[in-house]
């Protein structure tokens, strides 16, 4: 059985997550990480006993990495994945996949044309615990789906050269947290008819709070919002015909799923999970790339086009624009 190795470019907070998690996935070893700051890799190295590259250039040009993990601020996803895909890496590039739909399918196509894996690291959607509310609303046991009400918010310290802030580094509550609500409405209803949405627009001029009302055919709708102004609940509540699923907090990793029938007693799904939960989605990875296929059935290159296609019409509505990375 073949071993694959993973480089990971970025050092910061998700790249610490999914060196932990690799250890948990099967046919991986964590070979390489890349940082701007040689000292800064190094470090990272010493910890995750792995290789230490100065530059994301480096990294890529190895030829014995088979799969690179993106893990920088939003900006860079779209020039980092291209590089990588140019030299014949499958990458899982962290959410949001890119700034816009024209940066997407610009790294799908390259995909596309060199034969490689890519996926967009949107870890909630192989989560057991949401893959489980989603086949007991498909059992058809509670019926449709009536409203789904999902949100995600933080009280971030401000500070206007953060990534949550800056924005030169694409900061805003919905590219980075609104878009797990807009994911779980996505998941679970399907792409809507219409989007409607209104923002509060903080003193870097990036969303800081972001409300979404999204309308499905007959009368459902989805309510979302974000916040890096407020801690809200983080819960994801899908109300049916025949009773309601809730999970959270948080919805990105719910700990608790409870189904809760109009008739009957109300029924807490506990899934034992393990490790920090970022391993479910590389294994999907290596799982692909076995079976010879670029893109996952799981979360597919057109699910993330709906996916960065509906949060730049979210983003046209608010007037929220980004330079460099407009939405046409
Ligand atoms: N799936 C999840 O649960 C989850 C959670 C958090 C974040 N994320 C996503 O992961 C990405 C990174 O987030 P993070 O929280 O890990 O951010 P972070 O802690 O700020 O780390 C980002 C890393 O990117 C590199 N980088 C390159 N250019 C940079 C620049 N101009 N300014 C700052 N850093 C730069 C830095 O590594 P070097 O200095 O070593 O080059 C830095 O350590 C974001 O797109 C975010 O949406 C996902």
């Known amino acids: 059985m073949k071993t694959y190795n993973w480089g990971i470019i970025g050092t910061g907070f998700i790249a610490q997550k999914m060196a932990a998690a690799l250890l948990l996935v099967p046919q991986s070893k964590l070979y390489a990480v890349a940082s701007r700051n040689s000292s800064t890799a190094a470090n990272f190295a010493a910890t995750h006993n792995c290789k230490a590259y100065g530059s994301y250039e480096e990294l890529a040009n190895d030829p014995d990495i088979d799969i690179v993990y993106i ?22 590039c962290e959410k949001p996949f890119a700034v816009n739909g024209r940066e997407v399918r ?24 949401v893959i489980h509310a989603k086949s007991s609303i498909e059992s058809g046991r509670l019926g449709k789906i009536k409203l789904l009400t999902g949100n995600l918010g933080d009280l971030k310290p401000f500070d206007p050269e953060n ?3 800056s924005k030169q580094l694409i900061g805003g509550s919905l590219l980075d947290m609104g878009i797990y609500p807009l994911f779980m409405a996505l998941f679970m209803l399907g792409k809507p008819k219409t989007i409607k949405a209104a923002a509060g627009i903080g003193a870097t001029g990036v969303d800081t709070n ?21 801690a809200t609940d983080g819960v994801c509540v899908i109300h049916c015909e025949k009773g309601k699923i809730e999970f959270g907090p948080s919805i990105y990793a719910p700990e608790k799923v409870t189904l809760v029938p109009l ?5 807490d799904i506990t899934l034992e999970l393990t490790g920090n939960y970022y391993q479910y989605e590389a294994i999907e990875v290596i799982r692909c790339i076995e079976a010879g296929e670029t893109s996952s059935p799981m979360w597919s290159w057109d699910d993330s086009i709906v996916l960065i296609d509906s ?17 046409g």
């Open 71 to 92: 893990a920088t601020p939003h900006n860079y996803h779209c020039e980092n994945t291209l590089m990588c895909i140019s030299k014949g890496k499958h990458v899982l």
């Open 106 to 129: 610009l790294m799908i196509d390259a995909a596309r044309e060199k034969g490689v894996f890519l996926m967009e690291a949107l870890w909630t959607r192989f989560n057991p615990r």
């Open 163 to 165: 990534r949550f802030f």
């Open 210 to 230: 972001c409300s979404i009302t999204l309308g499905y055919e007959d009368d459902a709708m989805a309510i979302l919002h974000s916040s890096l102004v407020a």
């Open 263 to 267: 008739e009957g007693n109300p029924e």
């Open 311 to 327: 949060m730049d019409e979210i983003r046209r509505q608010i007037g929220l624009t980004y330079e460099g990375h407009d939405i």
